[in-house]
Nanobody, 124 residues
Framework: QVQLVESGGGLVQAGGSLRLSCAAS????????MGWFRQVPGKEREFVGA????????YYVDSVKGRFTISRDNAKNTVYLQMNNLKPEDTAVYYC?????????????????WGQGTQVNVSS
C-alpha cells in the first residue's frame, strides 16, 4: 500500500510562486511515475503534469508549460511541483498520484494511488 501526502498549498497573489511537495511511503517510490492533478468544485479532475521514475522528460498540460516544473527526489521519496507566475485560474485542490503501471501517464485511470490534496488559492 502506498500513501501519498501533499503539502505546501496556500494563498498567493497572482504572479507569485508556490512549491508543492508530495511525500510517499510504502512501496518502491523510485519505480513509480508520479503525476499532479488539480480540481475545482463542479469540474472534473484535470491533469497538470507527470514525471517518470527516471525524471526524464516531464510532461505538462499546455496551460502550465513554462510556469510549472515537476521534479522528484527518489532518495527522499518526494515529488515536487514548483509553480511560478501563478494565475487566478490555477486556483484548485492539487493532488499527487502514483502510477505503478506506466512510465508516464496523463489519465486519471492510469494512476493507482492518490493523496488527499492540498488547496491552492491565487488572488487577483
Amino acid at each position: 500500500q502506498v500513501q501519498l501526502v501533499e503539502s505546501g498549498g496556500g494563498l498567493v497573489q497572482a504572479g507569485g510562486s508556490l512549491r508543492l511537495s508530495c511525500a510517499a511511503s510504502g512501496g518502491t517510490f523510485s519505480t513509480y511515475c508520479m503525476g499532479w492533478f488539480r480540481q475545482v468544485p463542479g469540474k472534473e479532475r484535470e491533469f497538470v503534469g507527470a514525471i517518470s521514475w527516471r525524471s526524464a522528460n516531464p510532461y505538462y498540460v499546455d496551460s502550465v508549460k513554462g510556469r510549472f516544473t515537476i521534479s522528484r527526489d527518489n532518495a527522499k521519496n518526494t515529488v515536487y511541483l514548483q509553480m511560478n507566475n501563478l494565475k487566478p485560474e490555477d486556483t484548485a485542490v492539487y493532488y499527487c498520484a502514483a502510477s505503478l503501471k506506466y512510465l508516464l501517464a496523463v489519465t486519471i485511470d492510469s494512476y493507482d494511488y492518490w493523496g488527499q490534496g492540498t488547496q491552492v488559492n491565487v488572488s487577483s
